[in-house]
């Protein structure tokens, strides 16, 4: 019965690994399971360093697997009838396994810096070097997502304003920068195939931007459980080129000149 654990435990490495094999081949079925298409400029960086992480720590996961296997199978205790005798420890050993981690995090950290800096810390700035003004506020409240466009004259909350809810449209190619925040709770404005993501924090505005390289329609979800309704938070992502942009942009404002005329007709 002793090696029955063991064999029992032999599994949790050999399920690892066909696990990862299938995780990790492209157009193996679970492919594009954990992050739907990258269109985004800054997105490689990202998933690589995504699988890395997973490379790592998968390798990692098999190794202490086969190890806990290779135990229970040699110090089966049928086969082994003396007493079980405990060290209070080993120096060397604690050391190596302290600093082995704290080089691996390390490494990590200085070596997504470049990533972290283009994605938090560089600012997009116009040709004459001012910073490119947001081109809308987004503001996360429960439930949904509150789009408004600053207009012509590139200010969010005057006049010439466009409002859209649940609905994002980007002209392709160009850099998109974005106000958020939030109306009541913390949300998070999460669009997968861009690889951004943002916690929208009450009392804060913060900045994000990214530049797309393929037009259609994606998802904007919410990735901060933020209620009841946190589920209803998805909203559509359109890219879509300049023509079109510009196509929807003045057909919206058109839209929503019509019925706002309607609703001053109707005091
Ligand atoms: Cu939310």
């Not at 490379?55 to 007493?83: H, M, S, V």
Request: net charge negative; with cysteine.
């Amino acid at each position: 019965m002793g090696r029955f654990w063991s064999l029992l435990f032999l599994l949790v490495p050999v399920l690892g690994v066909a696990v990862f094999v299938f995780a990790v081949v492209p157009g193996g079925v679970f492919d594009n399971h954990w992050l739907p298409e990258d269109i985004s400029q800054h997105g490689k960086v990202i998933d690589d360093l995504f699988m890395f992480i997973l490379y790592l720590t998968g390798a990692i996961f098999i190794g202490t697997g086969a190890a806990l296997f290779w135990f229970c199978w040699k110090y089966d205790a049928e086969k082994n009838p003396e007493p079980v005798k405990y060290s209070h420890g080993s120096h060397t050993l604690e050391i190596i396994w302290s600093i082995l981690p704290a080089a691996t995090l390390l490494f990590i950290s200085i070596s997504q810096m470049d990533a972290w800096a283009e994605n938090k810390m560089a600012y997009p700035t116009k040709a004459n070097g001012e910073k490119k003004p947001a081109l809308a506020l987004v503001t996360g409240r429960q439930f949904g997502w509150r789009i408004q466009y600053a207009g012509p004259d590139e200010v969010i909350g005057t006049e010439d304003d466009l409002h859209v809810v649940n609905e994002l449209h980007i002209p392709v190619n160009e850099e998109i920068v974005l106000r958020i925040q939030t109306e009541d709770v913390l949300h998070s404005f999460f669009l997968p195939n861009v690889r951004i993501k943002q916690d929208v924090v009450p009392g804060m505005q913060q900045h994000l931007w990214f530049q797309t390289k393929k037009t259609g329609t994606y998802d904007i979800v919410c990735a901060e459980l933020c209620g009841w309704g946190h589920y209803k938070m998805r909203g559509r992502l359109i890219v879509e080129s300049e023509d079109d942009f510009k196509a929807w942009y003045a057909s919206a404002v058109q839209e929503q000149n019509r019925t706002s005329l309607n609703a001053d007709s109707d005091d």
